[in-house]
Structure formats: structure tokens, C-alpha cells
Nanobody
Framework: QVQLVESGGGLVQAGGSLRLSCAAS????????MAWFRQSPGRLREFVGHISQTGITTRYADSAKGRFTISRDNAKNTLYLQMNSLQPEDTARYYC????????????WGQGTQVTVSA
């Protein structure tokens, strides 16, 4: 089992920035590919991006490219999502997830952290 706890969400004005964190515990963090997803009311959960176990490989949804950066610190068992140039359409609950393989199913999820971007 991998336990994941997100933090860093909040209210920000359009054009602002936030950095989300995801603290992992339980199993060896560096064994897992990690991803960020988001979901807003009435919409399906949306993939934001993922990062490989070593942090060398990342992939982003088109909506995140150029604005969001995923990184990880395996020594601190922590995943990050740096979000810049935030827009109201980025308002959602953001979740981190862990998978044994990059791009595979994600069996482990955190409880999410709310990000609200005001116009």
C-alpha cells in the first residue's frame, strides 16, 4: 500500500501560481511512477501529467503544457506540481496517484486538494 497526501491548494487570482505537494508513505516511493489528475464538478477526472520513477520522463496534457511542471524528490518521498499562469478553468480538485508503471493503471490515490482560481 502507498498512502498519498496532497497539500498546497488554495485560492489564487488568475495569472497567479501555486505549488502542490504530494507526500507519500508506505512503500518505496522511487518504485512508483506518479501522476496528477484533476476533477471539477460535473466533469470527468482529467489527466494533468505524469513523471517516471526516476523523474527523467514527464508527459503533460495539452492544457498543462508550458504552464505546469511535475517534479519529484525521491529522497523526501514527495511529488510536486508547479502551476503557473493559472486560469479560472484550472479550478478543480487535484489528486496525485501512484502506479508501478508509467502510464499504467493508478491503484493508489490521495484525497485531493482544492485549487480555486478567481477571474
Amino acid at each position: 500500500q502507498v498512502q498519498l497526501v496532497e497539500s498546497g491548494g488554495g485560492l489564487v487570482q488568475a495569472g497567479g501560481s501555486l505549488r502542490l505537494s504530494c507526500a507519500a508513505s508506505g512503500r518505496t516511493f522511487s518504485n512508483y511512477a506518479m501522476a496528477w489528475f484533476r476533477q471539477s464538478p460535473g466533469r470527468l477526472r482529467e489527466f494533468v501529467g505524469h513523471i517516471s520513477q526516476t523523474g527523467i520522463t514527464t508527459r503533460y496534457a495539452d492544457s498543462a503544457k508550458g504552464r505546469f511542471t511535475i517534479s519529484r524528490d525521491n529522497a523526501k518521498n514527495t511529488l510536486y506540481l508547479q502551476m503557473n499562469s493559472l486560469q479560472p478553468e484550472d479550478t478543480a480538485r487535484y489528486y496525485c496517484a501512484a502506479s508501478p508503471t508509467v502510464g499504467g493503471a493508478y491503484p493508489y490515490w490521495g484525497q485531493g486538494t482544492q485549487v480555486t482560481v478567481s477571474a
